[in-house]
């Protein structure tokens, strides 16, 4: 069974400074990986996804993940935070259902 | 190209009572989903349909919760009776197929139940 282990369920920057938001996964098959953002008393948006070829993903708003087989993990970042980054972020792993982690929500200190 | 729509935002209901949740997919998706995303947690899958049929409802609490997608297109989701523990962000979300293909989401029907 796939599952999806996110580390820290709160994290805080700075307004500027390098977001890094943790990603594991475990999964039987090659996966498909996702982030998404959920901004308060909305539904779930994508950040971006592997599938195959590239391992390093570009999504939405300046975030990019890396694919590392050998780690297992799907790391989200973003060079500079801004306050509008503030949000709840999920990673997810599908092979045909998707499975999401608990959640990480970032917080940006002015 | 409109998004995923789900009606009513907010629903907050007695336990043992019934409720009922609406949602219409993206036009041309095949498949649809619903999740339940309880406060803290990721969203769980309670149901999959491809067109009107149902190919993944083994997270559903059948005794209580059921589903129907009659035409293919929009979906009802319902539960009967409700229980505190139910109370939870019911999200709705459509793609053309399963796997890779990205998941549109509504914006989620939150569900209070005292």
Redesign the interface.
């Given at each position: 069974a796939q599952s999806v282990t996110q580390l820290g369920s709160h994290v805080s920057v700075s307004e500027g400074a390098l977001v890094l938001l943790r990603c594991n996964y475990s999964s039987s098959v090659p996966p498909y990986l996702f982030w998404y953002v959920q901004y308060p008393n909305q539904g779930l948006q994508l950040l971006l996804k592997y599938t195959t070829g590239a391992t390093l993903v570009k999504g939405i708003n300046g975030f990019e993940a890396e694919f590392k087989k050998s780690e297992t993990s799907f790391h989200l970042t973003k060079p500079s935070a801004h306050m509008s980054d503030a949000a709840e972020y999920f990673c997810a792993v599908s092979d045909l259902r998707l499975t999401f982690g608990t959640g990480t929500r970032l917080t940006i200190i002015p | 190209e409109a998004g995923?729509a789900q009606s009513p935002r907010y629903k907050i209901i007695e336990k043992r009572q019934s409720v009922a949740f609406w949602c219409n997919p993206i036009s041309g998706h095949a498949t649809l989903?619903w999740y339940q995303q309880i406060l803290?947690?990721?969203?769980?899958?309670l149901i999959?349909f491809q067109n009107n049929g149902v190919?993944?409802d083994s997270q559903l609490p059948k005794d209580r919760f059921s589903a129907e997608r009659l035409k293919g297109v929009d979906s009802t989701l319902k539960i009967q009776p409700a229980k505190l523990e139910d109370s939870a962000v019911y999200?709705c979300?459509s793609n053309h197929l399963?796997?890779?293909d990205?998941?549109?989401?509504?914006?989620?029907t939150?569900l209070t139940v005292l």
């Amino acid at each position: 069974a796939q599952s999806v282990t996110q580390l820290g369920s709160h994290v805080s920057v700075s307004e500027g400074a390098l977001v890094l938001l943790r990603c594991n996964y475990s999964s039987s098959v090659p996966p498909y990986l996702f982030w998404y953002v959920q901004y308060p008393n909305q539904g779930l948006q994508l950040l971006l996804k592997y599938t195959t070829g590239a391992t390093l993903v570009k999504g939405i708003n300046g975030f990019e993940a890396e694919f590392k087989k050998s780690e297992t993990s799907f790391h989200l970042t973003k060079p500079s935070a801004h306050m509008s980054d503030a949000a709840e972020y999920f990673c997810a792993v599908s092979d045909l259902r998707l499975t999401f982690g608990t959640g990480t929500r970032l917080t940006i200190i002015p | 190209e409109a998004g995923v729509a789900q009606s009513p935002r907010y629903k907050i209901i007695e336990k043992r009572q019934s409720v009922a949740f609406w949602c219409n997919p993206i036009s041309g998706h095949a498949t649809l989903y619903w999740y339940q995303q309880i406060l803290g947690q990721g969203p769980k899958l309670l149901i999959q349909f491809q067109n009107n049929g149902v190919v993944d409802d083994s997270q559903l609490p059948k005794d209580r919760f059921s589903a129907e997608r009659l035409k293919g297109v929009d979906s009802t989701l319902k539960i009967q009776p409700a229980k505190l523990e139910d109370s939870a962000v019911y999200l709705c979300a459509s793609n053309h197929l399963a796997g890779s293909d990205t998941q549109y989401f509504g914006p989620g029907t939150r569900l209070t139940v005292l």
